[in-house]
């Protein structure tokens, strides 16, 4: 799939480093490590070495793309592994992922999250998602706008076959604090409206070059790629 993958010893021992920081970065921040979730995200990683990390330890995979998800979710070992889709989500691929993933958590349109409730109903389930945010306000990215997330959960926690379970968000590289620390707020807000079918019990935040931080400002998902399986490109 690609070329500069890392071999198999090597990613068992960054899932292993990768937790040592991660345990120094709750124990900073007075936080128990388990109730942090380590992520790997897998794009452009072939399913064996995905394997690597589920045999060493990783129970949460992040897919950004349908595509791929539907070409290497057989070959996973996916027993006792939850999947989340963290990636940019067109409303006429749900349908291909809704079996196949535990939770949304990239959820940037009141459109994609009535379409993520009319697929889940079709398969008797509720799907938990995550409402993205753009917090930088950025145009090349998705994600709602930090001013009127609030009004779309709102509107989403109506809708039926979906519940919303937190908020997810990446970061402008630049000045990534004082938008982790704005993120952290939102979220605040949005818990304290205790509105109905809405419960904030995941903020997914923090990348290889920020889950430190990341946890400092309260994260308890943090998505890591490249320093689990080396550089994609
Ligand atoms: C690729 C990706 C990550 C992981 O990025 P790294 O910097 O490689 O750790 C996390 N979240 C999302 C949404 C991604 O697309």
Sequence with gaps: MITNQLDKDSVKHR????????????????????EISLMAVTKNVSADLVNVAIESGIRLLGENRAQELNSKYDYYERDNVDIHFIGHLQRNKVKTIINKVDMIESVDSEHLACEIGKQALKNNKTMPILLEINIGKQQTKTGFDPDKVLEAAKAIANMPGVKIRGLMTIPPKENVTYYFEKIKDIYIDI????IDNVSMDFLSMGMSSDFEKAISFGSNIVRIGSLMFGSRY
């Design 15 to 34: 899932v292993l480093e990768i937790r040592k920081k991660l345990a120094y970065a709750a124990a900073k921040s007075n936080r128990n490590v388990n």
């Design 191 to 194: 818990s304290q409206e205790k």
